[in-house]
């Protein structure tokens, strides 16, 4: 007769970016994961911060157009 163990799992987390099982004071299972969440996080953020550069300067350009365009 065979029985599994059948108590309450213990408190877990999962690792943020591969999901493994980790303990629940981490949230990533090795520096690796960590550096490769931040690494994301923050190459989102600057690419946010490029498009809205883009964006800001494409608006200039065409004001700036408008006007030179109105002007002669
Ligand atoms: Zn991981």
Redesign the pocket.
Known sequence: MSQKASGPSPPHKH?R??G?SISPSKD???TE?KDLEEGTAKRMRNYRRLTIALMVGAMAALVVLSVYLRVR
């Open positions: 690792c970016v591969c493994i990533y299972c090795s994961c």
